[in-house]
């Protein structure tokens, strides 16, 4: 069984940082507010060098696929295979090719094969399907030291019962960013 992770940007209020955001006050908090300071991205190259896929809902695959194929940052992202959860999407951006799934189940599957970890990036309405489906594996959280209010939030408000989680690294960077990695407690 391959293990799913959601990987996120969040403030210390639980906003978290996601594609589109353009129109949202706050957008481009995450390197406009705070200092950057590379050593606290290291996991984010790591996560390219690990994972086996990477799983999109249909908003992040359409702001990602005309961008992120002409980055060498995200060279790992590039050369993994893609899915898409949608039951809107009608075919595949041919600039940055990606099998489409269609439902929740379809993701339960592709994590019952083979491979290595599916990650999730950027996609917080399918995060937050994904937990709430019980198919979160590990959260990658680097949780920025800013208040932003209102805003997307990567974890579900449904009222559900108590999902406990362990730590399984945690670092605290100069520039205030706290990486936390949480394995969900099944």
């Known amino acids: 069984m391959r293990q799913l992770i959601i990987t996120a940007f969040l403030s210390a209020d639980g906003v978290a940082e996601g594609p589109g955001d353009g129109d949202y006050r706050n957008a481009g908090w995450t390197f406009k507010d705070v200092e950057f300071d590379p050593a606290a991205y290291e996991i984010k190259g790591r996560e390219q060098g690990e994972a086996g896929a990477l799983l999109l809902g249909r908003r992040s695959y359409e702001a990602f696929a005309p961008v992120w194929p002409t980055m060498d ?24 090719p990606a099998t489409i799934l269609r439902s929740l189940d379809e993701v ?45 939030r990567l974890f579900s408000a449904r009222d559900q019962p108590t999902q406990r989680l362990t730590v399984a690294e945690h670092e605290m960077y100069g520039n205030g960013v706290t990486k936390v990695v949480y394995d969900v407690v099944k």
């Open 73 to 96: 940052d995200f060279a790992g992202y590039n050369a993994m295979p893609r899915y898409v959860v949608s039951t809107s999407l009608e075919h595949e951006d041919d600039r940055w």
């Open 108 to 152: 339960a599957e592709l994590k019952a094969g083979d491979g290595g970890p599916i990650l999730v990036h950027g996609s917080l309405e399918l995060g937050r399907a994904l937990a709430d489906a019980g198919l979160v594996d590990r959260y990658h959280l680097l949780v920025f030291p800013v208040l932003l209010g209102a805003g997307e």
